[in-house]
């Protein structure tokens, strides 16, 4: 299986400061369609997860563009550009290139 | 807008089997190019792919768990339904219900039914 590795396991953001995490997968989403099937989740609390982003960079429906998402190969970014008190949560970052599809381990993000 | 609702029992006891359906609304699992699964969460603990089903019928399983698991759907009611055997407190969790855009990109979900197994 891929393994997922997301960096920090928590973070603390005051309003209007920017966030980052990070993400590495234990080998390369670069398919042979020239696509990365990487996606990035936020589970807010008492809430499933939400997709917020989709192929390494492209926002989901409805998602506001202070989130964006970058990288290639096998490391990838999630920036907030600028953090509001409803990005609480924990952030999940996820591959989609082989059975299984596998999770980070999550990011806590606390607003200050 | 679509919206799933998983539905089923809460309390399982071990050895026993599983049995989750998810409601579709807003829309047809017959529609081509999605796929339909379920993931689960255990308590204070990240996600877990189990499978999906395409309205064909054409079912993928998580590795781990394929020996347990079976993934159905029933076009004529925009239902899908997920049955684990054997279950073991291991099974614990918060069941979600997907909607699978293709490659793994779960754009809708359900609210998640908790299901304890007990002893």
């Known amino acids: 299986d891929i393994v997922m590795t997301q960096t920090p396991l928590s973070l603390s953001v005051t309003p209007g400061q920017p966030a980052s995490i990070s993400c590495k997968s234990s080998q390369s989403l670069l398919q042979s369609d020239g696509k990365t099937y990487l996606y990035w989740y936020l589970q807010k609390p008492g809430q499933s997860p939400q997709l917020l982003i989709y192929?390494?960079?492209s926002r989901f429906s409805g998602v506001p563009d202070r989130f964006s998402g970058s990288g290639s190969g096998t490391d990838f970014t999630l920036k907030i550009s600028r953090a509001e008190a409803e990005d609480v949560g924990v952030y999940y970052c996820?591959?989609?290139?082989?059975?299984?599809?596998?999770f980070g381990g999550g990011t806590k993000v606390e607003i200050k | 807008q679509l919206q799933l609702q998983e539905s089923g029992p809460g309390l399982v006891k071990a050895s026993e089997t599983l049995f989750l359906t998810c409601t579709v609304s807003g829309g047809s699992i017959n529609s081509n190019g999605y796929y339909w699964g379920w993931i689960r969460q255990p308590p204070g603990k990240g996600l877990e792919w189990i499978g999906s089903i395409y309205h064909s019928g054409s079912s993928y399983y998580n590795p781990s768990l394929k020996s347990r698991v079976t993934i159905s759907a029933d076009t004529s009611e925009n239902q899908f339904s997920l049955k684990v055997t054997s279950v073991t407190a291991a099974d614990t969790a918060v069941y979600y219900c997907?909607?699978?855009?293709?490659?793994?990109?779960?754009?809708?979900w359900g609210q998640g039914t908790l299901v304890t197994v007990s002893s």
């Open positions: 997907v909607r699978d855009h293709g490659n793994w990109a779960m754009d809708y």
């Open positions: 192929e390494v960079s």
């Open positions: 996820m591959h989609g290139v082989d059975n299984p599809p596998t």
